[in-house]
């Protein structure tokens, strides 16, 4: 059970974020009106939010999941693939700080960002993507190892990260498509699959028995259900729009 969750208000700059969507310039208001309900829906799972300034040098600051990996034991800042995002980790160190006491950090010879990795129980699957790589995905397990924890990469082509395409809600279910429909490490899972149209809805988030899902796409919505998940629906349209999730949008722990 999570009890946590750190976010970052958007910041004016958001709107000059990476993106490779091509739907368009996100709507600073609106997006900022989506944050507030983002945060919200994190309060009614139960989670006490921590809630960080702008920073405006950094357009792609509110996707804060990026910067760090918080475990059940530990803290990794990581060191984003994306030349732009790297100075972000350094502005996250401090809201970690006040709940970790054990926090390590991704050295410059590798790159992680944490929408490569999605956790399972005491396991960590790590995406390899054009942020993540083997270097820093070994580092990254190295840290998981020395508290009992374990990690193994996940060879792919299509996303942009991990959790892009898949997604796990507990109790032996993921969401996925893509590749990750047929992907040989994740054999093991019950996979509901997402639909090509609806794919931006397989970053669903499992939050205290509850699930997140993006909103305006009810044939996701409607197979969560159908297994037993309470959800409650989040618009994120703008975050979209910059290739973000709503995974993306908070630490969680």
Not at 57 to 82: K, M, Q, R
Not at 112 to 123: K, N, R, S, Y
Not at 196 to 205: D, G, I, P
Not at 214 to 237: H, N, R, W
Request: aromatic share 8%.
């Amino acid at each position: 059970m999570f009890q946590h969750a750190i976010v970052r208000t958007p910041c004016k700059a958001l709107i000059n974020g990476l993106t490779e969507a091509n739907l368009g310039t996100p709507d600073y208001d609106l997006a900022l009106e989506q944050h507030h309900g983002y945060i919200d829906a994190l309060r009614r799972c139960g989670l006490e939010v921590t809630v960080l300034p702008a920073l405006e040098e950094y357009p792609d600051s509110c996707f804060v999941e990026d910067v760090a990996l918080l475990t059940p034991h530990c803290a990794i800042l990581t060191n984003p693939g994306a030349p732009s995002r790297r100075g972000e980790v350094e502005h996250i160190k401090s809201a970690i700080e006040v709940h970790y006491r054990d926090i390590y950090r991704i050295g410059p010879e590798g790159h992680v960002e944490a929408g490569d990795i999605m956790m399972v129980g005491q396991h960590f699957y790590i995406g390899l993507s054009e942020r993540t790589d083997l270097v820093g995905a070994e580092q990254l397990i190295g840290y998981l190892t020395r508290h009992g924890m374990s990690g193994s990469v996940v060879e792919m082509s299509e996303m942009l990260h991990l959790k892009t395409g898949i997604n796990y809600l507990e109790n032996h279910n993921m969401l996925a498509f893509g590749e990750m429909l047929s992907h040989p490490d994740f054999a093991e899972f019950k996979r509901t699959a997402i639909s090509t149209e609806e794919s931006y809805a397989a970053n669903s988030v499992w939050i205290n028995g509850t699930v997140l899902v993006p909103a305006g796409f009810p044939k996701t919505l409607a197979a969560i259900e159908a297994m037993g998940y309470p959800c409650i629906e989040v618009a994120v349209s703008e975050y979209q729009k910059l290739d973000g999730g709503l995974s993306c949008l908070s630490l969680r722990f």
